[in-house]
Nanobody, 115 residues
Framework: VQLEESGGGLVQAGGSLRLSCAAS????????MAWFRQAPGKEREFVAL????????HYGDSVKGRFTISRDNAKNTVYLQMNSLKPEDTAVYYC?????????WGQGTQVTVSS
């Protein structure tokens, strides 16, 4: 299984970015795909997840109301729309998929929010 992330970059506070994560390989349809982030000197933090079969979503408290996770079944891709970005959102964002008993991580994409 491979996860290819894109969409990171530099944005001013209050701006928006959309991250994408395209999955390839043998992945169960009953997967869970998620985004995590890790800022320098901090532990990896849960951001959002989506259950592929049902579309149900769940968000970390720090991003609720600002970020939206979604999926495109045909493209096997999960998105993270990030609005009202804050400097504290600056981190490397990682895509994650749990498929059966296995979990996989993407390489990460840097998001930097300037004040």
């Amino acid at each position: 299984v491979q996860l290819e992330e894109s969409g990171g970059g530099l944005v001013q506070a209050g701006g928006s970015l959309r991250l994408s994560c395209a999955a390839s390989g043998r992945i169960f349809s009953s997967r869970v795909m998620a985004w995590f982030r890790q800022a320098p000197g901090k532990e990896r933090e849960f951001v959002a997840l989506i259950r592929w079969n049902t579309g149900r979503t769940h968000y970390g408290d720090s991003v609720k109301g600002r970020f939206t996770i979604s999926r495109d079944n045909a493209k096997n891709t999960v998105y993270l729309q990030m609005n009202s970005l804050k400097p504290e959102d600056t981190a490397v964002y990682y895509c994650n998929v749990v498929s059966g008993p296995y979990g996989y991580w993407g390489q990460g994409t840097q998001v930097t929010v300037s004040s």
